[in-house]
Each structure stands twice: as structure tokens, then as C-alpha cells.
């Protein structure tokens, strides 16, 4: 049994974008303008899509080698050995969740907010724990339903995310011109405050750009679908495209969220993109923006249990998980073993986020750690041409050497910058402890799979 092949770019695409549109991105976006600047945050957003698309070429290249659903795990065993490779995989695994539980806790706040301005009264009586339980269980049965019936699902949400966002974005535009709001000055309806200027330097905007790396979260999770693709030369042109559609959304958007309110104000809220809303339109603008973010929430649940739960399934398959996580659904040809424990994995965090109030960690860790795997992955590349150079490369990354060699250079050196303040203190400890533990992980419990499977 295996995985069925269905996917085109169309949802390829979709799949790529999704997990980044998500409610999650509008405090990280926040972050990046403190420390880039009001008006120069749509420039450290655009530097991080440029340096994305870098990445992605690697991705591509290596996911043109290796069309496995094994992904990551299995371009770097081939680099630097399989311990490494389980280690960096489970880094995958851990961002998954941290992305995912910091999702659950935006989308509880959005809820709250929506539903205390407008009261309406059966809704406002529900939990919020309960709503983040219905969606989590929703798109974990669409997604057992088979590759099909998620890509199809992904395909509706991403491009009607993509149309909605575009278009407050050009009414907020229309709005602020007619306001005579200057873009990125911020204040409208909330006092003064809002920055127009970098507030770090040099130093600050390059922490910007580490904090925008967020807003492309999960671009690359669409190479573990590289076995239900119809064509794996597609994946080499559906991700930059994802990339540029995220980069043009969202820096316009933070652009305007930053010019009707201060940073400072935003920066305090779990929602951002709820107060520029009010201060758009008023209860008419929450309204809209917060089933904007719950469509958001939507499309980055279905993604990721799309991508992540393929990950899992290559692992256990390839015998660093238990084997038993590779089981394939007989009617539907879906992963449902993987697919079940991310499922309880997430939704046991999603709802501790929920309920303990903590998100700010959670979003600049899977920051942090996409930059250590967009750099790993660049000196993969190198590594294999340089072992390799005789190996298929059905799609090879433009610019001979040069190109990975900078994105790794580039992304060790934001990976680094997420580490300083004003990052909490709790981040470094918190990614020590994910590495650390995949560490272990791949040093004593995949030897001991290993001799079991090769006692049976």
C-alpha cells in the first residue's frame, strides 16, 4: 500500500501557502515592525520572501533527487549521516506543534474578542477550548478522508484567504489616503505612538527580517507531498509562487495594520489585526477581519496536518519512527496512523496554549528553527554536489554555488538573531531543549527500532 498520486500545482500552491496564512503570522509581523521600523516593515518582509525563494530553490533541488515523502530527514541522511538527519527531522516535528499550538491560542483569543464586541448571546456561552477542539477534529477527519478531499479543501481556502486579504488591504489603502494617514505612521482613532522610523538600526532590521521568516512558515512542507504529485517538476515552481503571494500580502498588510494604530499598542495584543480592524472600520471591520483569521486558522490546520503528518508517515516507514505510524488508510490511501498522532499531540497543546495564555515563545522557537533547517538544507546541497555530482537532478538551484552558500550564510546569521532581545528569555531555553531531545532521540531510541525491527 502507498500514497496516491493527485495533486497538481494548483493545490501545490495552495498547500505551500497554506500553513503561513495563518492568525499567528499578525503578532509576528508586529514583532518584525518594533524592531524594523512602522515604514520599513514591508522591506524586512520583502527581504525575508526574497531569502525564502533562495531557500526554496534548495528545496526544490533536493526534493527533485529525492521525491519522498521522507523529506528533510532523507536529504540530510544522505549528506550527513542518519543521526543528524532523525535530529533535524524531529526539529520538523516539534515546530509543527509549536506553530500549531500558538494558532490554537490566536484563534481562541479572535474568538473571544469577536464574540465580546458583538454579543451574541448562544456563541459567547461556548468555551473557547471547545471551539479549538471542533476545528482541530474537523480538519483531522477531512484530512483522513484522503489527499484529495484536503487538497481540495486547501485549494478553496488559500485562494479565498489570498482574495480577502487583497481586498481590505485596498480598502484600508483607499481608507488611509482618504484619512490622510501617512503609511506606517500609525495612531488613527488610537492617539500617537505609532513608529516611523527603524528603532534599531541596522541590528533592529536585521532582527525584523528574522521575525518575518515566520510569516513563510511551513512554505516548504509541500516536498513531503512529493509522492501524491502527478509531476514532481511542479514543486520547484509552487513554492516560490506560494512565497511571493505571502511576501505581497502580508507586507501590505502589516504596512496598513501599523498606519491605523501604534506598534506599541499592537505589539501588547494577541490579535493586532483585530484592533486594526476596529480602528478601520469598527465593529463591522471586527466582524469581517475575524472570520478572516478564523479562515486563516482553518487553512493553516489543514496544511499542516497535510504536510507534517507526511513527515511522520516517511519516518516510520523508513524505521526512525514506530513502525506502526506508517500505516496507510485502505480506502482513502491517507496516512491515518500519522495523521492520528498529530492529531492528539496537537490538540493536547493547542488546548494547554489555550489555557495557559503563552504564545510569544511558541512563534519565535518555530522561527528559530526554520532558520537552523533553511541553513541545513543549503549545506545539504553543497554537500551532495559535491559527493554526488553525477546524481539525476531532475531541477538544480540557479547560480552554481553561490546560491546555497549565501542562504546559508544568511540563514545562520538570523537564526542567531532571533536569540536577542527583545526575544524572551524562555526562547533559547525552549529550543536548547527541543534539540536536545531530538538529539537523544536519534542517539538512543532509533538503534534500539533498528535491532527490534531487525529481530523480527
Not at 491517507?334 to 511558541?362: D, N
Amino acid at each position: 500500500m502507498g500514497l496516491r498520486r493527485s495533486l497538481r500545482l494548483r493545490t501545490l500552491v495552495a498547500a505551500s501557502a497554506g500553513l503561513a496564512l495563518a492568525s499567528s503570522v499578525y503578532p509576528a509581523s508586529i514583532s518584525a515592525a518594533q524592531a524594523a521600523g512602522g515604514r520599513l516593515v514591508w522591506l524586512a518582509i520583502a527581504v525575508a520572501g526574497l531569502l525564502c525563494v533562495m531557500a526554496s530553490a534548495n528545496f526544490a533541488e533536493l526534493s527533485s533527487m529525492f521525491p519522498t515523502a521522507g523529506g528533510v530527514q532523507v536529504y540530510v541522511r544522505q549528506a550527513f549521516g542518519e543521526r543528524l538527519a532523525v535530529t533535524v527531522s524531529l526539529l520538523y516535528v516539534f515546530l509543527a506543534w509549536a506553530a500549531g499550538a500558538a494558532e490554537a491560542y490566536i484563534f481562541a483569543s479572535v474568538l473571544e474578542r469577536v464574540f465580546a464586541a458583538t454579543g451574541i448571546p448562544f456563541l459567547s456561552t461556548i468555551p473557547v477550548a471547545v471551539w479549538v477542539l471542533l476545528v482541530i477534529s474537523f480538519f483531522f477527519f477531512i484530512n483522513l478522508r484522503g489527499v484529495e478531499t484536503a487538497g481540495r479543501t486547501q485549494d478553496v481556502l488559500t485562494y479565498f484567504m489570498f482574495f480577502l486579504i487583497f481586498a481590505v488591504s485596498a480598502y484600508a489603502l483607499f481608507a488611509a489616503v482618504t484619512r490622510g494617514l501617512p503609511l506606517g505612521g500609525g495612531g488613527a482613532g488610537l492617539g500617537t505612538g505609532g513608529v516611523a522610523a527603524p528603532s534599531g538600526g541596522v541590528a533592529g532590521f536585521v532582527q525584523g527580517v528574522a521575525y518575518s521568516i515566520y510569516l513563510f512558515i511551513g512554505f516548504e512542507w509541500v516536498t513531503p507531498l512529493a509522492e501524491e504529485t502527478t509531476d514532481i517538476k511542479v514543486i520547484p515552481r509552487a513554492m516560490p509562487i506560494a512565497v511571493i503571494l505571502l511576501a505581497v500580502s502580508y507586507a501590505v498588510w502589516t504596512t496598513i495594520m501599523v498606519t491605523f494604530a501604534p506598534v506599541s499598542v499592537l505589539a501588547a495584543s494577541p490579535t493586532p489585526h483585530l484592533i486594526f480592524a476596529e480602528a478601520l472600520a469598527g465593529t463591522a471591520g471586527l466582524l469581517i477581519v475575524g472570520v478572516i483569521s478564523a479562515l486563516a486558522t482553518f487553512t493553516s490546520f489543514n496544511a499542516g496536518m497535510m504536510g507534517n503528518s507526511r513527515l511522520v508517515y516517511g519516518m516510520a516507514r523508513e524505521g526512525t519512527l514506530p513502525k506502526a505510524l506508517s500505516r496507510i488508510h485502505l480506502t482513502y490511501f491517507s496516512p491515518w496512523a500519522a495523521l492520528t498522532f498529530m492529531f492528539i499531540i496537537e490538540l493536547v497543546l493547542a488546548l494547554l496554549l489555550t489555557l495557559t495564555r503563552s504564545f510569544t515563545v511558541a512563534i519565535l522557537m518555530a522561527a528559530a528553527i526554520e532558520c537552523v533547517i533553511y541553513f541545513l538544507v543549503a549545506l545539504v546541497v553543497l554537500r551532495l554536489r559535491r559527493t554526488k555530482p553525477d546524481a539525476e537532478r531532475p531541477y538544480r538551484a540557479p547560480g552554481g554555488a553561490v546560491l546555497p552558500a549565501v542562504t546559508a550564510g544568511v540563514f545562520a546569521l538570523l537564526a542567531v538573531a532571533v536569540f536577542f532581545p527583545p526575544s524572551p528569555l524562555l526562547v533559547g531555553p525552549f529550543f536548547a531543549g527541543a534539540l536536545g531531545l531530538s538529539y537523544v532521540y536519534a542517539r538512543f531510541a532509533v538503534p534500539w527500532l533498528r535491532a527490534r525491527a531487525g529481530k523480527r
